[in-house]
């Protein structure tokens, strides 16, 4: 089945941007999805299709993907966005077809 | 509003059963495919099992086929997860989400507070 690998973690000082990313191969063929969790929460939608944001969603979360490599970038990176994020595939063709990748946590420093 | 509220979590011992109900609310239920999801403690999140919108199409992780059993009740707004033969690997919050169908993919756009499911004797 598909797999998806994250960096376990990534940190970033206030104000600075903190980019994300999520492998997979040919993954930019996908469709990537990207999930906020923070501690003892559910998962938030905050970036679909690789690039579009779900309502009330802010303009600094922004996602790219292409080749081997999606990317979660966080831009103006404020202390609330510490959390665990999660990129999510859908593979039409497999009998497991929703894939996670194992999460990174996001430390804002 | 969507609302997804899950229930039936709790104690239970190893090889026992238990089935856990998502309650939906603010949106077509009928019209949407749903999954479980869970997460172990400190762990991040496992994929479990997807239900389309007709139960036509079933899917589930290897880690739990076999054992576990999802269905819906279209006419009850409600999501259910039939767990049988638990194991201690089986520990984690059981999240319903709601899938949301684009181009070639499924999203999980809406997802419930969780029921924490504990194996252990």
């Known amino acids: 089945s598909y797999v998806l690998t994250q960096p376990p973690s990534v940190s970033v000082a206030p104000g600075q941007t903190a980019s994300i990313t999520c492998g997979g191969n040919n993954i930019g063929s996908k469709s990537v999805h990207w999930y906020q969790q923070r501690p003892g929460q559910a998962p938030v939608l905050v970036v679909y299709?690789?690039?579009d944001r779900p309502s009330g969603i802010p303009e600094r979360f922004s996602g790219s993907d292409s080749g081997n490599t999606a990317t979660l970038t966080i831009s103006r990176v404020e202390a609330g966005d510490e959390a665990d994020y999660y990129c999510q595939v859908w593979d039409s063709f497999s009998d497991h077809p929703l894939v996670f990748g194992g999460g990174t946590k996001l430390t804002v420093l | 509003e969507v609302q997804l509220v899950e229930s039936g979590g709790g104690l239970v011992q190893p090889g026992g059963s238990l089935r856990l109900s998502c309650a939906a609310s603010?949106?077509?239920?009928?019209?949407?495919?749903m999954n479980w999801v869970r997460q172990a403690p400190g762990k991040g999140l496992e994929w479990v099992s997807y239900i389309n919108s007709g139960s036509t199409n079933i899917y589930y992780a290897d880690s739990v086929k076999g054992r576990f059993s999802i269905s819906r009740d279209n006419a009850k707004n409600s999501l259910y997860l039939q767990m049988k033969s638990l194991r201690a690997e089986d520990t984690a919050v059981y999240y319903c989400a709601r899938s949301r169908i684009g181009s070639y993919s499924q999203r999980l756009d809406y997802w419930g507070q969780g029921a924490l499911v504990t194996v252990s004797s």
């Open positions: 603010g949106f077509s239920f009928s019209t949407f495919a």
């Open positions: 299709d690789d690039i």
